[in-house]
T-cell receptor, first 113, second 114 residues
Framework: EAQVTQNPRYLITVTGKKLTVTCSQN?????MSWYRQDPGLGLRQIYY???????DKGDVPEGYKVSRKEKRNFPLILESPSPNQTSLYFC????????????FGPGTRLTVT | KQEVTQIPAALSVPEGENLVLNCSFT??????LQWFRQDPGKGLTSLLL?????REQTSGRLNASLDKSSGRSTLYIAASQPGDSATYLC?????????????FGKGTHLIIQP
């Protein structure tokens, strides 16, 4: 089954404790991205990657890192999480953003205390 | 910078009604427009994708139209059912210099009353 998977689905952590949210897709998509969703602000892009070893900032990249060592994986790294990073995070992938739609993962609900 | 607006923010209608959700965007330079459905606490499910060269797309009881020149799209839901209750999101893929991601509207929260 074609899908985007994220782990963990739920995470409660404390300020400053490094964490990684994994994202994997099995559709051989080149384009992958991370979004965060906040009440009243909607979905905003954090980082994206056009292909292996190619990443770039989205609209709200501060406090986040990503890597794209393999085509199927695109982990989101929070080196020193802060409470303002409490949010619902989505990973998405697309064969070609211009021609095809994006497929979204189920989301990761992160709470930073 | 591209902005996407969805009206209304919330809508509650009785079962069986036909309804229209509206989406507008400020910059007509887009590759495509996509409608998503989001259930509470869940991910996004793609409903329809309209390329910039297309006028409409249909899937079952759903019909989405696109008027790129005026920066508008509508999602028409026929014979609404309680299972259609969800938040509907509109997103555009901007035709920029880089591989910009989707720009989303804030959504229309739809409730279909049984």
């Amino acid at each position: 089954e074609a899908q985007v998977t994220q782990n963990p689905r739920y995470l409660i952590t404390v300020t400053g404790k490094k964490l990684t949210v994994t994202c994997s897709q099995n559709m051989n998509h080149e384009y992958m991205s991370w979004y965060r969703q906040d009440p009243g602000l909607g979905l905003r892009q954090i980082y994206y990657s056009m292909n292996v070893e190619v990443t770039d900032k989205g609209d709200v990249p501060e406090g986040y890192k990503v890597s794209r060592k393999e085509k199927r994986n695109f982990p989101l790294i929070l080196e020193s999480p802060s409470p303002n990073q409490t949010s619902l995070y989505f990973c998405a992938s697309s064969l070609d953003l211009r021609q095809t739609g994006q497929y979204f993962g189920p989301g990761t609900r992160l709470t930073v205390t | 910078k591209q902005e996407v607006t969805q009206i209304p923010a919330a809508l509650s209608v009785p079962e069986g009604e036909n309804l229209v959700l509206n989406c507008s965007f400020t910059d007509s330079a887009i590759y495509n427009l996509q409608w998503f459905r989001q259930d509470p606490g869940k991910g996004l499910t793609s409903l329809l994708l309209i390329q910039s060269s297309q006028r409409e797309q249909t899937s079952g009881r759903l019909n989405a139209s696109l008027d790129k020149s005026s920066g508008r799209s509508t999602l028409y839901i026929a014979a609404s059912q309680p299972g259609d209750s969800a938040t509907y999101l509109c997103a555009v893929a901007p035709r920029g210099g880089g591989a910009d991601g989707l720009t989303f509207g804030k959504g229309t929260h739809l409730i279909i009353q049984p």
